[in-house]
């Protein structure tokens, strides 16, 4: 293979690799590295997941793509994903949302932060909430298998009886009290 071919292929890798900020304890940032990196090493960043609902009060979940590096094939809150270098933790919300789903809200609301730890993977999660939204979503099928709206009581039916396939954030959202806010 020729130069010129490895340095536009690393030149398009380069171009489709997530640059995170790695942060403090105070989510201070510390510097920049590509999102495998800042996994890889265990350094703290920020991510956000929102709570997508309908007229109905009905939560949106998605059923993640099998082709996710972590819980492949899992339901989880209605988008999720990480803060890019440089963005605000709800323009990445509204970016994800967008992304996976194809909506675009103009009100988001934040809700609660987990602090980074081992069981969030060292990220400081930052969780939002949308709607009432009038939009049937449009799943991005490279992010998202499929999707459905439920309500409080089929929530409570799913985690009773289907918990071993939701993702383990989901679980504690919905054992929080943070999956159907007020």
């Known amino acids: 293979m ?19 900020e790695f942060v403090d304890v105070q989510k201070r940032p510390l510097g920049v590295l590509p999102r495998e990196d800042i996994h890889n090493q265990n350094l703290m960043h920020k991510s956000v997941q929102v709570l997508l609902f309908n007229r109905e009060k ?29 963005e605000s933790g709800i323009e990445a919300a509204m ?4 992304e996976e789903l194809g909506i675009q809200v103009n ?16 990220e400081f999660l930052s969780l939002y909430v949308t709607g009432p939204c009038a939009e049937i979503p449009d799943p991005d099928p490279e992010e998202v298998v499929q999707g459905i709206f439920v309500s409080k009581q089929e929530m409570n039916y799913l985690i009773n009886f289907y918990s071993r396939i939701l993702t383990p954030g989901l679980l504690h959202y919905w054992r929080t009290g943070c999956l159907f806010p007020e």
């Open 107 to 122: 009100n988001m609301r934040f809700v609660y932060e987990f602090s980074a730890t081992y069981y969030t993977g060292y």
């Open 2 to 20: 020729s130069r010129k071919k490895t340095r536009e292929q690393d030149k398009e890798n380069f171009q489709h690799t997530e640059l995170l």
């Open 58 to 86: 009905k939560l949106y979940i998605q059923q993640r793509s099998h082709n996710k590096d972590v819980y492949p094939g899992y339901w989880d809150v209605s988008a999720a994903g990480h803060v890019l270098s440089g």
């Open 95 to 98: 970016r994800e949302l967008k």
